[in-house]
């Protein structure tokens, strides 16, 4: 019956973690080993057949006859009067084989026996974890959400593995439930208390590479490296791209037909902006580039300061800044350069949109000027105090200090 308890134990774990006959067998002796030599002093002259097909596992013990009262090792040696009643044509020298029952354990020992079977195969799958994921570090891995909690979701693999995904790990904008797919990068793998801890990330940079590789064919091949990845998870992200075939022109590969290739990664990224721009190593060019979608005019650098001066006309400074000021910001991560802007109205003294003024002057009293036609700082500046009073049923007090705010452009 005990014997029936070990195999049951090794059944039960066979199906459930999925190991494989030889490391089994592996690890069966092991534990058979470690018993007999705890009982008998050693091992070594103990054979242990394993079948796995059939749940049978039997150990036999090779001693070597020697004269009676020479024994010296009882667990090695065996007295000639002893063998012959086993096989009455044995003699000194010769060797005996005979097989050990489990039955002949007592309870204690097999009890033993099996909370070490467990031990051990608990140890072999943990390390098994541990070792599998610290490979596919930085792989997209697809999951179904098993649990959500408030820091981190508990994700299950294809083969019911846990790994984590921590709420620092999430895209602002992810929602899931139990039951929903998701799909991470494995971020990192640790050790905690001997158990392995799988920990996933969608906001990493990997993620956002590893994407484009599955979706941008030249990515994968290497006929398009990208040289470098910037993001603010779900809101920006700007991509560096390069080509080494001059036939291929990597921003437009990339983006696919019609934005093709692109929706797909966005959509999975919660609708994240992704700008995808031509690495070059003309610093200069590269800023503007990376200042896209904004059109710069001059461009002043200091390379020792990794600082540069971006001058663009008016109505440009607001998409270079962009929503949050989330696209000068990546511009000066991608480039490596602090990135200050300014308009340009040194050389032609031109005009400037209003609304550009929306830091310094109230929204409302914007809407009112370009409500009787002064939607320019101009506009406003060409018309006398007492009209401007006049028209828009502003206070005195306010006109003059808007305007006071718009000449300060031109000064």
Known sequence: MEHLNLVETFSEFKEF????RETMMSILEDVFKHMLTKRFGSADNFDIIVNIDKGDLEIFRSRVIV???AVEDENTQV???EAVKIEPDFEVGEELSEEVKLGSFGRREILAIRQNLISKIQEYEKNNIYNKYRDKIGEIIAGEVYQVWKKEILVLDDEGIELILPKSEQIPSDFY???DSLRAVVSRVEMKNNTPVIILSRTSES???RLFEAEVPEVYDGLISIKKIVRVPGERAKIAVESYDDRIDPVGACVGMKGSRIHGIVRELKNENIDVINFTTNPSLFIQRALSPAKVSTIVINDEEKRADVYMKPDQVSLAIGKGGFNIKLAGKLTGYEIDVYRDTDVDNE???IQEFSDEIDQWIIDVLKAIG???AKSVLDLPI???VKRTDLEEETIREVIRILKAEFE
Do not use: Q
Not at 17 to 20: A, E, F, G, H, P
């Open 67 to 69: 004269e009676d009262g």
């Open 351 to 353: 005009d400037v949109d």
């Open 386 to 388: 007492d009209e401007l």
């Open 17 to 20: 973690k999925n190991i494989d």
């Open 79 to 81: 007295p000639l009067s």
């Open 374 to 376: 002064c939607d320019t």
């Open 207 to 209: 993620f956002l590479e």
């Open 177 to 179: 439930r139990k039951g």
